[in-house]
Each structure stands twice: as structure tokens, then as C-alpha cells.
């Protein structure tokens, strides 16, 4: 008989529990090296500010320690909803990870030079610290998700998780159309950039992950 891990069973691997707490410890050591930070995430998701939490001092630790938090939960949501083998290896989560981390570095550095090629620097500063809070709410909400599906599966977190993603689209559209549409951006640019830089990245990393595991 075939089994397939979940956590918290008796036949599911250690690691992944001890990874998932790993990770709630790192948002609760980020929110406590850098304060409401999480609040601020979630209160300035609709509105549009000249600047965020992040005008204010920085601490370097609370940073990381949020990164790894973002970076760890969307490679465990990735692993968890496309894997298809009778058990967790870290080995491929450590993979998703890295192709995580490269995925947010090359998307970045096309940002930027969009921004530079379009003369819309001013705009993408802007634009830039809002958009870790749309990650931020992203990753917060989606923990929970993938901690549920890997104890109790179904269907219904399938169509959560679609939901969320949905979510992750549309508040980012509504902050590009906030910052960018304001700085004279057309409405064809900005849907060729949201196709482009979110939708089919988004597509292409999950088909990557799905392939890989």
C-alpha cells in the first residue's frame, strides 16, 4: 500500500513539522525585531501612501527573518500542493526554496529595469515596499492553508489557495494601477506588466515546482 506523508501522522515525515515552526518562528521574531509590521501590511493594502513602515529605521535581522518566513512558506505551499511522491524530501523543498529566491531576484531586477527604460524610478519606490506587504499577506494567509492541507488534504483548500492567489493578483494590480497609472503608465502597459512580471511567473514556477516533485 501506497501512503503519502502528512504531518502530524505517524507515517509523515519529521522534518516538515519542525520546518513549519521553524517558519512561525521566524514571522514572530520578524514582528518583534521590526514592530507592526504586520499591521502595517494589512492597513496599507488599500490605500496609497507617499511611504510605508519601511520609512521608518530598518532592522537588518527582522528583515531577513521576514524573508526567510516569505521565501520558506510559498516553497512549502508550492511543494505541499504539487508534490506527488509518498513522502517529503528536504533536499526538493530546499530546490523549490532556491528556485524561489532566484525567482524574486530575476523578477526584481526586470522591475527595476522597466522602471528605468519608462522613467518611472519615483513610482517603483513607491510601489516597492507596498508590494513586500501584499507578499507579507500573501505568506501569512497562506501558512495556515498549507499547514492544513499537509494534516488533512481536500479539495476545498485547493480552490482556498486558487482564491488567494486571485487575491495576491488583484491587490497588486490595484497598487501598479495606484502608483504606476498616477505616474502615467497606460492601461496596455500596465496589463502587459501584470501578465508578464505576476500571472504567467506565478504560472510558471508552479508548473516547475510540479514538474520537479
Known amino acids: 500500500m501506497e501512503y503519502v506523508a502528512r504531518i502530524s501522522s505517524p507515517l509523515s515525515e519529521a522534518w516538515p513539522s519542525w520546518m513549519m515552526l521553524g517558519l512561525l518562528f521566524c514571522l514572530v521574531l520578524g514582528e518583534k525585531l521590526q514592530p507592526n509590521t504586520l499591521s502595517a ?10 511611504r510605508t513602515y519601511g520609512d521608518r529605521a530598518t532592522n537588518l535581522y527582522g528583515l531577513i527573518s521576514l524573508n526567510v518566513f516569505r521565501v520558506g512558506t510559498l516553497a512549502m505551499t508550492l511543494y505541499a500542493f504539487t508534490y506527488s511522491r509518498a513522502s517529503f524530501s528536504i533536499l526538493v523543498f530546499l530546490c523549490i526554496a532556491l528556485g524561489v529566491i532566484g ?6 531586477f526586470v522591475s527595476w529595469l522597466i522602471s528605468y527604460t ?27 492553508v498549507t499547514l492544513l492541507h499537509m494534516n488533512i488534504g481536500g479539495h476545498v ?50 508548473y516547475a515546482a510540479g514538474v520537479f516533485t
Request: proline share 3%; aromatic share 20%; with cysteine.
Open 103 to 108: 525567482f524574486v531576484m530575476l523578477k526584481s
Open 41 to 50: 501590511a494589512f492597513r496599507t493594502s488599500l490605500t496609497q501612501l507617499e
Open 118 to 144: 519608462f522613467d518611472l524610478r519615483r513610482a517603483t519606490v513607491l510601489f516597492a515596499p507596498q508590494y513586500d506587504n501584499i507578499w507579507t499577506i500573501l505568506c501569512v494567509l497562506l501558512y495556515p
Open 157 to 206: 483548500l485547493q480552490w482556498v489557495l486558487l482564491a488567494l492567489t486571485l487575491l495576491f493578483v488583484i491587490l497588486t494590480a490595484f497598487k501598479l494601477w495606484q502608483y504606476y497609472f498616477s505616474a502615467g503608465l497606460s492601461w496596455l502597459y500596465l496589463t502587459v506588466y501584470i501578465v508578464t512580471l505576476e500571472i504567467l511567473p506565478l504560472g510558471a514556477i508552479w
